[in-house]
């Protein structure tokens, strides 16, 4: 099928690694409820072009498609028009008027940790319209994070746009795992422990050529790297891919610690407040 985009969403429709993985979900979804009630909604949140409502409708009696912005809502009414059982609304979910309950809500997080994520509230709001047993796309978030070089020091995604300078200094710490059936605080903050690799990881000209080892053989360390990996569903997790959550990098305080050592820093930001609410102390080296 043929979608009518903008660029933006031509870019969401290239990105096949994501769009196959919420696309097995909705089925293994519908596998997992194959004796339930056959009278099934599905509420596509920011449905965008429609390809989610596209996907659910071959499984859902009905689907509601909410789009807040007015032409790309337009965009999904006519890439959906044949379809009896999908109705688009120009709204805003935040205080749509759902006249039933949902078995199924898909919501598309696409930001990084939910940091600029404008889902967030959408969610905690809507999600009082799911059955007692009905289920969300995605079901969960897990954000990990990794100590870093960074040759340029402000944040800066990993995506189509960008190419960031850096080097991963240290194995990756799980620091947040959140659940969407359940309400999430927007306001997070973590104290998160990381160490650097061993000696024998960093016996390379390769890091003193870089600047990254000064002559005492201390290490700089400057920034993390987030990377969050989406659980769709219960056997499916997809990573980073160029339009779904792609790595961010954190500018820290710059310090130096020798091979093998930790530091500990605390993260802050507001889930759906954007990029400029993040945060961050070195509180011990």
């Known amino acids: 099928m043929k979608f009518k985009v903008n660029s933006y969403h031509y870019n969401l429709l290239k990105d096949h690694e994501r769009l196959s993985a919420f696309k ?10 194959e004796g339930d009630s056959l009278d099934k909604t599905a509420f596509d949140l920011g449905c965008g072009s429609g390809v989610m409502s596209y996907f659910a409708s071959g499984y859902f009696d009905k689907v509601i498609s909410i789009e807040k912005e007015s032409r790309i809502a337009h965009f999904a009414m006519e890439n959906l028009k044949d379809f009896q059982n999908i109705e688009v609304f120009n709204a805003d979910a935040l205080d749509f008027d759902f006249e039933s309950k949902a078995d199924l809500i898909i ?3 696409l930001d990084t940790a939910l940091i600029d994520e404008e889902e967030v509230p959408v969610l905690n709001r809507v999600r009082s319209f799911l059955k007692e047993d009905g289920r969300i796309i995605p079901q969960s978030i897990i954000n990990v994070a990794e100590p870093v070089f960074m040759k340029n020091h402000y944040i800066q995604y990993e995506d189509l746009d960008s190419h960031p300078e850096y080097d991963v200094l240290g194995k990756f710490v799980v620091y947040s795992d959140i659940d969407f059936l359940e309400k999430i605080d927007e306001s997070f903050q973590k104290d998160i422990n990381l160490s650097l690799f061993d000696g024998e990881f960093f016996n390379s000209e390769e890091y003193e050529a870089k600047d990254l080892i000064d002559e005492d ?6 920034g993390i790297k987030i990377t969050s990996f989406t659980r769709l569903g219960e056997n499916i997790i997809c990573g980073p891919t160029p339009m779904l959550n792609p790595s961010l990098l954190v ?3 710059e310090i130096k610690l020798k091979a093998g050592e930790s530091f500990e820093i605390s993260l802050s930001y507001v889930m759906g407040g954007g990029i400029e609410t993040i945060e961050t102390d070195v509180i011990s080296r």
């Open 24 to 33: 097995e979900a909705i089925f293994d979804f519908m596998e997992n409820h």
């Open 107 to 109: 919501c598309e997080m």
């Open 217 to 222: 053989k201390y290490i700089k360390v400057n």
């Open 251 to 253: 500018p820290i305080e």
